[in-house]
């Protein structure tokens, strides 16, 4: 009810500046939903770790008016105000920035607070990304949005210059069995939908968790120890491997490593880096020894 | 009664070799045998792991956690007078996974430290619940659950608090341990069964005094019954077992209130019968269920609560209208 009242006083108070009648374009986010914005917002607030670093790869580190609480990349990024966490962004806060735009993703599934912040007249583009080329088409769209265009096509075409240099030197090589381990207790590994799913695709691997259903499910350990895994991933928070792992192929060659998952879960420029580490890591043959 | 719980017994022991017997992975009976009987040598490394080293400690440890829950539940019962007692109820899973999982955030070697503060945590909440309970008129088993849904109520918060300042990885995995989670550390079955053992013995041998205790404690103190030493020796154990539970499995509702309800319901109030019966129904019980949640939707898992949950929950009803 506080809610739902704060809410009803915010949008009294602000009733007055939400058509700002000239000069908006209509735009069509990524999952489906029409948005009036400006031409090039000026006072942007990222709900997303991913849309922090995208925006700042663009170069609207300047516009940034907003991020949440777990955006740590860039530097800067820091030193920008919170609006909360990505579960609980404060609409207050995002009000009393002058915020022009809020960009949000689905991975932090915020489909009620979209709602909020249409009752305010703070248009929300939401990205979807799915998969590595989901995520260049992400940057590009988001250019678009933000009236830097020119620069998302730099940025994208340098880090599909990237991909494709990886996936060229990777030619017809062996994929290794992988498992990705994201949590340890219970077993919390990938599944078709996840993104890391396709990243392992795209760095030469073959997850052996690739039919399950949905993104992140609980794994049964027998069958990971069945598949026999020839690499293992863990997720940097996790610590070292169960000890029934140890007697996989992965376990006894010494395959099995640390990767940062900020750069696996952000669908952002980054994920080409992980990308990158996971294709050394897979391939080292390829890209030689660490 | 020895009849009973050989029978029970019996069944048990079927249920865990049959539990061995299934999985996500086939393995056929002739390699089991093989495995259990020391020949390992004709059969892959990775049949034998499966085996020897993810279901069969799985399978017992579903037996332990079940019995160390029901057998808590039936002693939270008997001494509250009360049938909503059980160590959820009173917050003591809560208070144990609490421990547990300050354990786990703030110490990084949690193998050791985790079981330890499960115990800790368990036993600080049902002193808390105890003293809270008590009024100047002495305690009242109204003014217990109240004193029990509040500090649950505060652990329970605390354990929100806590999971959302903890980051990533250890995230998932402590909220998947809250809901309860059989698979993990193999290792500390034996600490676990032995605390389990020693706990579920003691309240056994209270089970008369219990009984007597039931139809009223002045009664009981008349009948030349040490009321406060049986009550701190029971309550000690009950907590002591579900301490080593929740360090292992996190907290799985539903058992410990169903379990002694369902035997009590088939065969009468006899703590001599009640205490040991539910040690062997709840063993059972969550065995079925933990075998349902790893191979229904196999290769993923359910949580085991949600299986906890849509057997006992129909079965609870099934029981309460045959004895209405």
Known sequence: VLFALSVAIVFSACGSRAP??????????????????TPEPQRIVSLAPSITETLFALGLGD????????CDYPPEAAAKEQVGDTLRPSIERIVAL???LVIASTASQLQQFVHNLDEVAIPVYVSDPRGVDGALESITRIGELTGTTARARELTTSLRGRVESVQARLGGTERPRVLCILGSAPLITIGARSFITDLINQAGGRSISEDLVGDYPQYSLETAVAKRPEVIFLETGEADLPERLKRTPAGQFGRVFHIDGNLLLRPGPRIVDGLEQMARKLHPEVFGVE | LIVTLSVLLIVVVVLIILAIAIGSEYVSLDAIVKIISGRAAEITPEQRVIISEIRLPRVLMAVVVGAALSVAGAAYQALLRNPLADPYILGVSTGGALGAIAATVFAESLQVSRPLAAFVGATLTIGCVYVLGQSKQGGSTERLILAGVIVNALLSSAVI?????ASGARQRSVLSWLIGDLSGEARLLPPVSAFVAAGILIICFNARSLNLMMTGEEEALALGVEVPRVKVAVYLAASLITGAAVAVSGVIGFVGLIIPHAIRLAGGSDNRLVVPASALVGGAFLLVADSVARTVVAPRELHIGVITALIGAPAFIY????AS
Request: no cysteine; charged share 25%.
């Open chain 1, 20 to 37: 700002r009648a000239s000069g908006l374009r209509q735009i069509t986010d990524e999952i489906g939903r029409a948005i009036l914005v």
């Open chain 1, 63 to 70: 516009r940034i008016v907003g991020v949440t609480a777990y």
């Open chain 1, 98 to 100: 002058k915020t022009d």
């Open chain 2, 161 to 165: 608090f806590m999971v959302t300042t």
């Open chain 2, 319 to 322: 029981l309460l209208r045959r």
